[in-house]
Nanobody, 118 residues
């Protein structure tokens, strides 16, 4: 059974930092992209950052220069370092793993709450 387990969410003051981690297990995933999405109350889920097996990264414009995504292919883990956090970063953050090839499989974590406030 495939599992993506997230950790690291919490409450942080504006300008502060948090690090999210996600560990995937349950099968051999082959080439894949791991990503972080977020969903704020009343808003659609949006892509925050992604990283391929070859460690090519991409970021939403709203987090460029503040967030850094990284991964460990041997451990099937992905981290999201979030710095200079803003009130608008408040959301539930979800880890995603998407396999490369046909068919494509999408796996999701259960989500972790990040709240930026005083």
């Amino acid at each position: 059974q495939v599992q993506l387990v997230e950790s690291g969410g919490g409450l942080v003051q504006p300008g502060g930092s948090l690090r999210l981690s996600c560990a995937a297990s349950g099968r051999s995933f082959g080439a894949n992209t791991m990503a972080w999405y977020r969903q704020a109350p009343g808003k659609a889920r949006e892509l925050v950052a992604a990283i391929t097996s070859g460690e090519i990264t991409s970021y939403a414009d709203s987090v460029k220069g503040r967030f850094t995504i990284s991964r460990d292919n041997a451990e099937n883990t992905v981290d999201l370092q979030m710095n200079s956090l803003k009130l608008d970063d408040t959301a539930v953050y979800y880890c995603n793993l998407r396999t490369v090839g046909v068919p494509t499989y999408d796996y999701w974590g259960q989500g972790t709450q990040v709240t930026v406030g005083s």
